[in-house]
Structure formats: C-alpha cells, structure tokens
C-alpha cells in the first residue's frame, strides 16, 4: 500500500495536468506514494492527451475516467472513494507544489505525533503563492491562530483551499462527503465541515510559500459564486449566528465582494456595482476596509 494518495481532478486541460504532475515529481518527501486523476467528462481529443501525459510521467498515477461532466463536487467524492492510502492530500489540475511542500508538512505531522495530539483530527495547512493571470506572485499566509471557523467564514486570514492540505485519510473522513449542491465553493464547505466537526488546522514551522495557486475569475459565473455562498450560509446557519448579527452582515458583505469581483472580471461591471453596493448595505465599515485592501493590492 501506498503511504501517500495525492487527489486530482482534471477536465479538458492536459497541460496544466502535466504541470501538476511534474511539481509531484519534484518533491523531496521520498515516500510511497500514488497520484489518483479523476477525469471529468473530458472531450476525446483532451482524454487522449491526458493519457499521453500520464503515460510520459514517472509516478504512479491512475486515471478514472467518467463518461460524463460530472462537476467538481462529485468529481471530488470519486477521488475519495478511490483512496486508500493512510494519508491525502490533494491539487487542483494547473496548480503546483514547491518541492518543500509535502515534506514540510510530513514534519507538522511528526511534531503532532510527538506531543501526543490525534493527528485524525489536524489538517496541515500552508502559506501559498497567487499567482493572478497577467501578475506576480502574491504570497499568501494561512493564519491558523484564534476561532478558526470564523475565520473561514470571512476568508480574510484563514483561506479554504484543498491543494494547500496534507492530513490522514480518518481526517478527511470527518468533514464527510463534499456537498454536490455546490459547483462552486465546494472546498469552504467542506473546511467548515471539517472545523464544526473537532478538526484543526495547523500550519508547518516552514513558513515559506509551499506551492502556488494559479488564479483567473474568466469565464466564471459570479451569480452562481454568491448562490453557492447562500446555500453554505443557509447550510451551517446555527454556527454563523453563534457569532452574532453584526459577524453575519459582515460575512455576507464579504461574499458579496467576491461576487463582485467575478463579475468586474467578466466585464458585467453594472452587476458588480449592484453587489458591491449591496455589500456596503450589509457591513459600511467592512466594506470600506475591502475597498482599500483591492486598491492596495493593485
């Protein structure tokens, strides 16, 4: 068996699966480990191309092939039901991984083991590179102190990104199955999922970026993103309102700007005035401090 399964869905992108891969095979962990590629539905042309890239790689990969698009949601709930490895991790087809990365958090995890802590119920995070289309990288740090579902749910210090964990097969156990409602969003839910049901996340004592998140809004549908936030608010609306009435407003604020920030990207620039209009409705003063963070940020 296997000691490490690393989890990837792909569709119709064969070259940015190709550099994936060669980030897996850089490496330094020299563990046993195998790469599981769930490919969605891709078009004939672009399996064949994936298949040519997988067979040129010297890793252990398998390729599962769905008949049809399926979504990421369910992509990613096949990915799990194909792993058996005592230990996960996964990436995102264009992404990469620093050659540190797997090895940094390996190291979390003995540190865990040392001082006695349950490592079924940790998720090694880590500070990650993004990479906007057209931009330098920006690095990004996972903050992993303080109330951590409240964090996720502003996303401003503590981010959910599944290419960025390392944790045991029982810990992704925890958070369950990703919700098939969501095609967009998947990996906030399952995060929260994960924290409401014990879990933590913890980040290495390497605090360098550990891989890189290559980022472009085209193309994405910015109702669709803020109706996915909806569902996550609606889903864990007893947890949201421990916080209080003023953290809601504040959180739903900040969702809005994300809308508005797909749709500024995909040239729908009256509805992104609508949502950022509607995010200083719901929360003035966090509102203002976006708008700055944007403008500071280029």
Wanted: glycine share 6%.
């Amino acid at each position: 068996m296997t000691t490490l399964d690393v989890l990837i869905p792909h569709y119709n992108d064969s070259s940015a699966l190709a550099l994936s891969l060669e980030s897996i095979e850089n490496q330094t962990w020299a563990g046993s480990k195998r790469v599981i590629v769930v490919d969605d539905g891709s078009e004939r042309d672009e399996l064949q191309k994936t298949e040519q890239v997988i067979l040129q790689s010297s890793l252990n990969i398998e390729l599962i092939k769905s008949p049809e698009n399926l979504g990421r949601p369910k992509t990613r709930n096949k990915l799990l039901d194909a792993a058996d490895a005592p230990f996960l991790a996964w990436l995102d087809a264009g992404d990469i991984w620093y050659k540190d990365k797997i090895q940094s958090q390996f190291n979390c995890l003995y540190d865990l083991v040392h001082k006695g802590d349950d490592v079924d119920t940790h998720w090694i995070t880590c500070n990650y590179d993004w990479k906007w289309e057209g931009k330098r990288r920006r690095k990004v740090d996972q903050i992993a102190r303080g109330d951590q579902l409240k964090e996720l749910f502003i996303g401003d210090k503590l981010r959910a990104y599944l290419w960025t964990l390392l944790g045991t097969r029982k810990s992704f156990e925890r958070a369950a199955r990703f919700d098939e409602r969501l095609l967009r969003l998947q990996d906030l839910d399952y995060f929260i999922s994960f924290v409401r049901a014990g879990g933590r996340l913890v980040t290495p004592s390497n605090r360098n970026s550990l891989c890189c998140y290559f980022k472009s809004d085209i193309g994405r549908n910015a109702a669709e993103i803020r109706g996915c936030y909806n569902t996550i608010f609606n889903k864990h609306n007893a947890a949201l309102l421990e916080f209080g009435p003023t953290f809601t407003q504040r959180a739903k604020s900040k969702a809005d700007f994300v809308a508005s920030r797909f749709a500024k990207n995909n040239s729908e620039h009256g509805l992104a005035m609508a949502y950022k209009f509607h995010a200083f409705k719901s929360d003035p003063r966090y509102a203002l401090f976006r708008l700055k963070q944007s403008l500071n940020q280029g």
